[in-house]
């Protein structure tokens, strides 16, 4: 994705309130243990900040597979301050001035962050470093109020009916109007879906029908949208970058929900038809042109649902970089090691019946001839750290095709015995 081999600090800022408000402590908590799959992004000289530590196991394994020296990504952890940015964290680790001096011997460095707020852009002008992809001359205001516009409901819908992108009726309303606006559409539609301003990951999402009453302790401040709940068949979605040359499509899947929370994601999209991918394409353009004309550059997305009679809907913008982004560049890269072309790719979880360490889980899979292999092309990769006590267990699976990709995760969920845990 990014070319550069300028040396990257990698910051996993998962503690930022771009996505959801920081007083979504739990939420971030949760989000911040997936920081173990950034380290796809690195090479060799790198740095990865992030709120979590990283085991040794995971690190050589990650390392090895990457074919790069042990330790030779450097690991800086800082523990989250509840309420309070990532940058925060980091000033109170103590690690500031070693960062600093990292910098300051590299002066082509740059720092990579995973949301693009205000905390970070400080961040940077502190170590004396751009953010990238940007350049020297920085961050624009503009651009950073364009990434937090983007990242909300009712900023995203705005933006989209002056594309002509179509998204699910709805209104867009503070808590003083949240009641009466969604008794208005309950009147209208069997089924709404009320979504704080800021939610993602299933996090502030609320589904209510006429026969349910919406449950007001949730109801926090700020702005809530209030939707027609569509029946989905598919859950899709495109995500792209933009460029100082202009927006580039990078990939498309289909996302794994669970009442509207994320549990996975399957790329390429398989049995969509090309119509609705290339319209897909055409928003991701559109979009990008948006962001760019207003000195945004980096990865965005665009979720949307496919209904009961083929249409389409978009859903929400990602102006960000997302639970897809490292995984894809994981898969380019072992890929491309492969001398593959294009490599399809999942990401899931599941929970084994009888949880394995680390290490006795990378050789069952060895064993099992599961494990990914370069000289086939194709095998799983414990793409980030399990969740404490191993009890749910993040995988990935890159294949040539779909169908391979389909026929390898359903022998892994047979040898893990995904599911059957009493």
């Known amino acids: 994705m990014y070319q550069s081999r300028s040396p990257l600090i990698i910051y996993a800022n998962f503690q930022s309130g771009l996505a959801v408000s920081l007083t979504a402590q739990d939420a971030l908590d949760r989000w911040a243990e997936q920081a173990s799959r950034e380290i796809w992004l690195a090479r060799p000289g790198d740095v990865l900040v992030t709120p979590v530590p990283l085991s040794q196991s995971f690190q050589r394994y990650a390392e090895d597979l990457m074919a790069i020296p042990y330790g030779s990504v450097a690991v800086v952890t800082a523990s989250p301050v509840p309420g309070a940015p990532f940058a925060e964290a980091v000033r109170r680790s103590g690690h500031l001035r070693a960062l600093r001096g990292w910098c300051a011997a590299r002066p082509d460095s740059r720092l990579l962050p995973l949301a693009l707020d205000a905390a970070t852009v400080a961040l940077a002008a502190r170590l004396g470093v ?96 209030v939707e027609q709940r569509v029946d989905v068949v598919r859950s899709v979605s495109v995500q792209a970058e933009v460029l100082p040359t202009g927006p580039r499509v990078l990939f498309h899947g289909e996302m794994r929900l669970a009442e509207g929370s994320w549990t996975g994601y399957a790329s390429p999209l398989g049995g969509l ?141 047979e040898i893990m015995r995904f599911g059957t845990r009493p």
């Open 130 to 225: 751009p953010v990238a992809p940007y350049g020297p001359r920085g961050v624009s205001w503009q651009a950073q109020v364009t990434a937090a516009r983007l990242n909300t409901k009712s900023g995203f819908r705005t933006v989209a009916a002056e594309l002509d992108i179509p998204v699910p009726p709805g209104v867009s309303c503070g808590r003083a109007e949240l009641d009466t606006v969604l008794a208005a559409m309950l009147a209208r539609h069997e089924r709404v879906v009320v979504k704080a301003d800021r939610a993602a990951g299933g996090y502030g999402l609320h589904y209510v029908s006429r026969a349910e009453t919406f449950p007001h302790g949730l109801a926090g401040p700020g702005g809530w949208v």
């Open 273 to 413: 038809a090309d119509a609705l991918t290339q319209r897909l394409d055409v928003w991701a353009s559109a979009l990008g042109r948006h962001l760019g004309e207003r000195g945004y550059l980096g990865t965005f997305g665009i979720d949307a649902v496919v209904d009961p009679r083929g249409r389409l809907f978009a859903t929400e913008s990602n102006v960000r970089r997302t639970a897809t982004t490292a995984p894809h560049a994981m898969a380019a890269r072992l890929g491309g090691a492969a001398g593959q072309g294009e490599t399809a790719w999942a990401v899931g979880r599941g929970s084994p019946r009888v949880p394995h360490a680390f290490s006795r889980t990378v050789n069952l899979l060895r064993k099992e001839g599961m494990a990914w292999s370069r000289e086939r092309g194709e095998g799983v990769v414990l793409y980030r750290q399990a969740t404490p006590g191993g009890l749910t267990l993040p995988y990935a699976v890159l294949a040539p095709d779909r169908e391979r990709l389909d026929e390898l995760e359903a022998r892994l969920r």
